[in-house]
């Protein structure tokens, strides 16, 4: 069972009803957070049932929400147009978010707010991106800018990011000093969802560690 955040910080929920729903008008378009519909007997059953990010309907939602873990990944690899809280929880057959809601559940990543760190740039090969952003180092600064408000928006103070990859930490670690970074693997690596949970609940150990 996932522990609530509501019983770690002592009864107080760390995102209220207010701040969710400020936080839903202005970011939900690009990011979610790190908590999913029960997975059923298919790997990928029910990943778009965006009903548990609604607290009108989810009564425990709420106090699942941590805003001091950030998980980050680089960009939209399409250029659609999401539901509100849609991005990392992609119904399509050939989406990967399922390896990341296997490799969270009952991780103390479960909760956590989800993002990408370049916004309006759909781009399915990050490489290019990587390109792009060395070439045009004032639209990366712009989104370093936007991402740092973003943290203060959802009222992360000192936050845990958790970067998807080696795209994104990089970004992260060029422009980012003050805040501890943790990379993981990208959910879209070529590893199976066993081996990929197996891999982040070991660094997330490590980090626990002091390793």
Known sequence: M??????????????????????????????????????????????GDLTIL????????????????VLVA??????????????FHSHRPNATDYKTRFALKGSTLWGGYMTDIIKNYPEKESGN?????????????????????????????????????????DVLNRNITDLEILKIPHYASHQGAAPYREEVLKLIKNRARGN
């Open 129 to 169: 991106v990587s390109v792009y952003l060395k070439l045009h180092r004032e639209f990366e600064r712009n989104n370093i800018k936007f991402f740092r408000k973003e943290l203060k928006d959802i009222g992360a103070n000192n936050p845990l990011l958790v970067a998807f990859g080696n795209e994104v930490n």
């Open 54 to 69: 609604d607290p009108d309907i989810n009564e425990n939602l709420l106090s699942e929400l941590n805003p001091e873990v």
């Open 2 to 47: 996932v522990q609530s955040m509501w019983s770690i910080y002592g009864g107080e929920e760390m995102i209220t009803r207010k701040k969710f729903d400020f936080i839903k008008e202005n970011y939900s378009q690009y990011a979610s957070w790190a908590v999913w519909a029960e997975q059923e007997e298919k790997p990928k059953s029910k990943m």
């Open 74 to 87: 680089l960009n939209f690899s399409l250029d659609v147009k999401h539901q509100p809280w849609g991005n």
